[in-house]
Antibody, heavy 119, light 112 residues
Framework: QVHLVQSETEVKKPGASVRVSCKASGFTSTNYALHWVRQAPGQSPEWMAWINIGNGYTRSSQKFQGRITITRDTSASKVYMELSSLRSEDTAVYYC????????????WGRGTLVTVSS | DIVMTQSPLSLSVTSGEPASISCRSSQSLLHSNGYKYLGWYLQKPGQSPQLLIYLASNRASGVPDRFSGSGSGTDFTLKISRVEAEDVGVYYCMQTLRPPFTFGGGTVVEIK
């Protein structure tokens, strides 16, 4: 049973950075991809980036390029998403989700981490 | 970017009655392997989204058979044969053919 546990709520000031973690358990191999999706209040989810856990390859949406960094710590089964130069529009719930290749879809989601950007 | 357009914005359905949600993509989601890279998710109040349908017409594990998905390369439909109280929430379609992966605007389903 795959389980994704995310870090707790964050409150940040504009211009700061935030790092959100996602700990994965229940995987039998490192052959999977973990994606980050955010959802602003009252909005649809928005895809941000992914990382291949096995080889560390990352890809992000052009919207966030230059501001987003995805890293992994395979020994701790954790993935980190860091977003810099925060602005109020970055206020959202940030989700990690596993991408199942056979489905070409997200089969497991974390509970989400609320990030509030406010002066 | 591939734009996903859902309709209607909201549905109010009597319990036990059917419901249908449409999703249209700005480009074909048909991969060269013959699969359509379209998924349907339900986000219940206060919860993370959960996968209902993958590759346009396949029910995910544990999803009741009252849910079904169909569609061509650009026009897709999610049907609920008999809506139950536990089906309340926001339904999203999402394309995973080409990054950036994109979601539809969502359809709110409530019980009348």
């Amino acid at each position: 049973q795959v389980h994704l546990v995310q870090s707790e709520t964050e409150v940040k000031k504009p211009g700061a950075s935030v790092r959100v973690s996602c700990k994965a358990s229940g995987f039998t191999s490192t052959n999977y991809a973990l994606h980050w999706v955010r959802q602003a209040p009252g909005q649809s989810p928005e895809w941000m980036a992914w990382i291949n856990i096995g080889n560390g390859y990352t890809r992000s949406s052009q919207k966030f390029q230059g501001r987003i960094t995805i890293t992994r710590d395979t020994s701790a089964s954790k993935v980190y998403m860091e977003l810099s130069s925060l602005r109020s529009e970055d206020t959202a719930v940030y989700y990690c989700a596993t991408y199942f290749g056979d489905y070409e879809a997200y089969d497991n989601w974390g509970r989400g981490t609320l990030v509030t950007v406010s002066s | 970017d591939i734009v996903m357009t859902q309709s209607p914005l909201s549905l109010s359905v009597t319990s036990g009655e059917p419901a249908s949600i449409s999703c249209r993509s700005s480009q074909s989601l048909l991969h060269s392997n013959g699969y359509k890279y379209l998924g349907w998710y339900l986000q219940k109040p206060g919860q993370s989204p959960q996968l209902l349908i993958y590759l346009a017409s396949n029910r995910a594990s544990g999803v009741p058979d009252r849910f079904s998905g169909s569609g061509s390369g650009t026009d897709f439909t999610l049907k609920i044969s008999r809506v139950e109280a536990e089906d309340v929430g926001v339904y999203y379609c999402m394309q995973t053919l080409r990054p950036p992966f994109t979601f539809g605007g969502g359809t709110v389903v409530e019980i009348k």
